[in-house]
């Protein structure tokens, strides 16, 4: 039996309300699907648990990213400095404004974008900068908030794989002038479906987002403004409250599985095989990412063993098809090339039992030791 990546069962003890739910609001007189009293007690429920000023549910983490840089009037001309490194939507969502996406290079260890390379990336037309929060561990927030502060730039914070994380005391998604969240089944607090969500210090911000996510309307059928369908389902608004309870449960279950693995990797790393660095600040648990010289190798060995793995970005942002336009021609991203080629993920979701953790790390030791002895 193959212990897979994503479980299953995700939402196997939660069928029932599910189900009922859609029969509630399918059934309800008001026939209301969207942006209803669900959303904004969902929306009010995040905001109070952050201490946030505003939250703005909206239809995913990308349209989430995509609502704040044009509440912050981002568009030609202007400049996003974000990580080499990551998920398309760090650069997609800065493109399709009009504006140019500028790649900074990232640490080789924690593979977030590195504060020094962010600030050497700022030009006179950098109106933001966009760190995102990599697999396991939070972009280095303390330092890149001083560098927007000292250039007049506005921050960023793309915590779409964080929901939960915890930085100095300081939770991930209000660290910039705005933050987001992904609710798609993968990330940390996802779900049934697509979601996404706005997160903010700044009400003036969060207001112009409420209105962006729905066509640009003030007041109905009145536009004051261009804006998206970006808007938020009740079913799912309704299921994610159920769900908001469990959801600290199930990151520590997911931390306590991250760092019994950190564990028994640490002394592999001078056997090709790196683990993310100990510790519970700044962390995440949205995937857990080894990096090893042959991935390859160390990816047949888990397949072999019933143990499914996945790569996530095999290039670098720069190296897509897609953003090589914004490639500057001989330039090169060195960490974020190297670590395309070794990063490879384990299962950490919270429904593996101590039996599967144990085994998937067993299998991740012998190939270290069968390198060892080659
Ligand atoms: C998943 C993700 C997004 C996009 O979220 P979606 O809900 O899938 O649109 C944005 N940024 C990062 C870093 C992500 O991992």
């Not at 959801?247 to 760092?259: N, Q, V, Y």
Request: charged share 20%; aromatic share 8%; proline share 7%.
């Amino acid at each position: 039996m193959t212990i897979p990546f994503f479980a299953p069962d995700l939402f196997e003890a939660d069928r029932e309300v599910l189900l009922d739910l859609v029969h509630e609001i399918g059934t309800a007189p008001d026939q209301k699907f969207i942006l209803g009293e669900r959303t904004a007690r969902f929306e009010e429920a995040l905001r109070t648990s952050l201490g946030a000023a505003d939250v703005v549910a909206c239809s995913s983490g990308t349209s989430a990213l995509t609502l704040v840089l044009h509440a912050m009037e981002v568009g030609p001309g202007d400049e996003v400095v974000v990580p080499a490194y990551g998920c398309a939507p760090l650069a997609n969502t800065v493109a399709n404004l009009g504006a140019t996406p500028v790649f900074a290079d990232i640490d080789p260890l924690t593979m977030v974008a590195d504060p020094e390379q962010m600030e050497q990336a700022v030009t006179g037309r950098t109106r933001a900068l966009m760190p995102a929060h990599m697999f396991s561990v939070m972009a280095d927030m303390p330092r890149i908030r001083e560098i927007a502060r000292r250039h007049g730039m506005r921050l960023v914070e793309d915590s779409a794989v964080a929901q939960g994380g915890v930085l100095d005391g300081i939770p991930a998604g209000t660290w910039g002038d705005a933050g987001v969240f992904s609710f798609v089944q993968v990330k940390t607090f996802g779900t049934a479906g697509e979601g996404g969500a706005v997160v903010t210090m700044d009400p003036g911000l969060g207001q112009t987002v409420r209105t962006l996510r729905n066509h640009g309307q003030d007041a109905r059928f009145v536009y004051g403004r261009t804006g998206y369908n970006s808007r938020f389902d009740e079913v799912l608004a309704a299921f994610q409250l159920h769900r908001l309870p469990g959801f600290p449960e199930r990151l520590e279950r997911r931390a306590r599985i991250a760092g019994y693995y950190t564990e028994r990797f640490t002394p592999l790393r001078d056997r090709g095989v790196t683990p993310p660095p100990p510790g519970r600040n700044g962390r995440c648990y949205y995937v857990y990412s080894l990096l090893a010289d042959e991935r390859e190798a160390l990816r047949e060995h888990l397949a072999a063993r019933g143990v499914a793995s996945h790569v996530h970005y095999p290039l670098p942002l720069p190296h897509q098809p897609a953003f090589a336009r914004f490639a500057p021609s001989g330039r090169s991203w060195p960490h974020a090339e190297s670590v395309a080629r070794r990063q490879l993920a384990i299962p950490v979701h919270p429904h593996l039992t101590d039996a599967e953790v144990e085994r998937i790390a067993d299998a991740v030791c012998e190939f270290a030791a069968g390198r060892r002895d080659r």
